[in-house]
């Protein structure tokens, strides 16, 4: 398992954390001086050592503690119980990423039948951010030959809602 598998969970739950309690900037402080101290020579050397977990995370703790508040503390305590501690540059890493995310606005194409409504529009925009987990803006674009309904697309990604789409799918079920 890569390296980014294993500190996926991490950076996510600790992001999520942060977000919750507003502290993104906080956790990213921390996390940067913790992946410093935690790719240090000495201090690769003794993680790859065989210790004790209680005892690798006071010492790291200790070597951390100007920085660490009670939750970054348990956080620490809880990837040294599973040995992880080496993983805090890739966990800085993809909590950076999440964060960039979280700005990020991505472009959805939306065909419809006829022009949308703001109502619609907005009810499409929620479901999207909600599934996504980033803020969404809607290029509309008119395709009469849909007939009805929308086909939403993203990249490769397409949802396709359209009436047109069931009338091929229910004719196909009716000749098979």
Known sequence: MSMATIARPYAKAIFDFAVEHHSIEHWQNMLAFSAQVSAHKQVTQWLSGVMHSEKTAQIFISLCSDHLDEFSKNFIKIMAQNGRLSLLPEVLK?????????????????FSAIPLNEDQKKKIIFALEKRLQLKVTLNCKIDESILAGVIIRHGDRVIDGSVSNRLKRLKNFLLS
């Open 94 to 110: 993809q909590f950076m990423a999440l964060r960039a995310m979280i700005n990020s606005v991505i472009d959805i194409e939306v």
